[in-house]
């Protein structure tokens, strides 16, 4: 198996609809069955490293994984996990908001820890940007992760390029990955590049550059969303998402494997090595990715990739 940058794999499994409800009550046995199965689906699909967040199902995601993970002691050293600090839900009246203060940063790392039952982190990623967070502070909080042997390696996500270039000037380990939302739907990220001196560039809110940026300082760029949520594998709600599904569909017959492998590989075609994320909690569904993680090239020609795109979007390119 083939890894990007952050040393996880190829195609990561993201835990977040693992641990039950959206909300504060507990989780039971049947939701670490659950994470079970979909657990040993990623691993029959060949998928080893697994992302989550603190804040993913108000922490029961990280718990219910640590659940399998204590059922399957040898499970741990065959895995990559990946963690993400840095957003507080609201709570007690307050706002949700960001926080990627030291003290925060140190707190939410320990509380990770204890419900993933695991005495280190592989990778650590800062959630999303605080625009009140002393870059000085928030490095600080990393180096003494990382001295004390909590925190392997650290990434960020939803971050441009300047906002990574200011944390990576202040630390003395590079920033091994930038997970952002990349989808044949969400495609801000490759649009931002073509729509140069068109009027469409005025909607795209994509940092320009960012892409560029990670390629050229080695960080491993993930994809969050990658299934763009079953609209081109399930439901369609736009005549251009059936003009594409029926479009996946026609190419995973010609290449015998599943629409969702099609799917993924248009993202792992671009030449930035981008690493999707699988989030469906079905084992069904994450099966059906086998393909994307187990092959190391994906199967679609320059002409194919163009064709996904076009169609998609509705309109040709400018």
């Given at each position: 198996?083939?890894?990007?940058?952050?040393?996880?794999?190829?195609?990561?499994?993201?835990?977040?609809?693992?641990?039950?409800?959206?909300?504060?009550?507990?989780?039971?046995?049947?939701d670490?069955?659950?994470?079970?199965?979909?657990?040993?689906?990623?691993?029959?699909?060949?998928?080893?490293?697994?992302?989550?967040?603190?804040?993913?199902?108000?922490?029961?995601?990280?718990?219910?994984?640590?659940?399998?993970?204590?059922?399957?002691?040898?499970l741990?050293?065959?895995?990559?996990?990946?963690?993400?600090c840095?957003?507080?839900?609201?709570?007690g009246?307050?706002?949700?908001?960001?926080?990627l203060?030291?003290?925060s940063?140190?707190?939410?790392?320990?509380?990770?820890?204890?419900?993933?039952?695991?005495?280190?982190?592989?990778?650590?990623?800062?959630?999303?940007?605080?625009?009140?967070?002393?870059?000085?502070?928030?490095?600080?909080?990393?180096?003494?992760?990382r001295?004390?042997g909590?925190?392997?390696?650290?990434?960020?996500?939803n971050?441009?390029?300047?906002?990574?270039?200011?944390?990576?000037?202040?630390?003395?380990?590079?920033?091994?990955?930038n997970?952002?939302?990349?989808?044949?739907?969400?495609?801000?990220?490759?649009?931002?590049?073509?729509?140069?001196?068109?009027?469409?560039?005025?909607?795209?809110?994509?940092?320009?550059?960012?892409?560029?940026?990670?390629?050229?300082?080695?960080?491993?760029?993930?994809?969050?969303?990658?299934?763009a949520?079953?609209?081109?594998?399930?439901?369609?709600?736009?005549?251009?998402?059936q003009?594409?599904?029926?479009?996946?569909?026609?190419?995973?017959?010609?290449?015998?494997?599943?629409?969702?492998?099609?799917?993924?590989?248009?993202?792992?075609?671009?030449?930035?090595?981008?690493?999707?994320?699988?989030?469906?909690?079905?084992?069904?569904?994450?099966?059906?990715?086998?393909d994307?993680?187990?092959?190391?090239?994906?199967?679609?020609?320059?002409?194919?990739?163009?064709?996904?795109?076009?169609?998609?979007?509705?309109?040709?390119?400018?």
């Amino acid at each position: 198996m083939t890894t990007n940058a952050s040393g996880a794999g190829r195609v990561l499994y993201g835990c977040m609809g693992l641990g039950g409800s959206w909300s504060p009550e507990p989780y039971g046995s049947a939701d670490v069955d659950a994470a079970e199965a979909a657990v040993r689906a990623a691993l029959d699909a060949g998928i080893t490293a697994f992302d989550h967040a603190d804040i993913y199902r108000h922490g029961k995601s990280e718990a219910v994984f640590g659940e399998v993970l204590a059922r399957d002691p040898g499970l741990r050293g065959r895995i990559t996990v990946q963690t993400k600090c840095g957003i507080r839900l609201p709570d007690g009246g307050l706002p949700g908001m960001y926080d990627l203060r030291g003290k925060s940063i140190l707190r939410r790392v320990e509380e990770s820890l204890a419900r993933l039952r695991t005495d280190v982190i592989d990778v650590l990623l800062l959630h999303r940007p605080d625009p009140l967070a002393d870059p000085d502070d928030t490095a600080e909080a990393l180096e003494s992760l990382r001295r004390q042997g909590l925190v392997r390696r650290f990434g960020v996500s939803n971050m441009g390029a300047a906002q990574i270039a200011a944390l990576q000037a202040r630390l003395d380990v590079p920033l091994v990955a930038n997970q952002l939302e990349m989808s044949l739907h969400s495609r801000d990220w490759v649009e931002a590049g073509v729509l140069l001196n068109t009027p469409q560039a005025a909607g795209n809110g994509f940092p320009f550059g960012t892409l560029e940026f990670c390629r050229e300082h080695g960080i491993g760029l993930q994809a969050w969303g990658a299934l763009a949520q079953g609209r081109f594998t399930g439901r369609q709600e736009t005549p251009a998402e059936q003009a594409t599904a029926a479009l996946l569909s026609r190419l995973a017959e010609e290449k015998g494997t599943t629409p969702e492998t099609v799917l993924l590989w248009w993202l792992m075609r671009h030449p930035a090595g981008i690493a999707p994320i699988v989030g469906s909690s079905d084992p069904a569904r994450i099966r059906a990715c086998r393909d994307a993680a187990q092959r190391p090239t994906p199967d679609l020609t320059h002409e194919e990739w163009y064709t996904l795109w076009t169609t998609a979007r509705g309109t040709p390119l400018p």
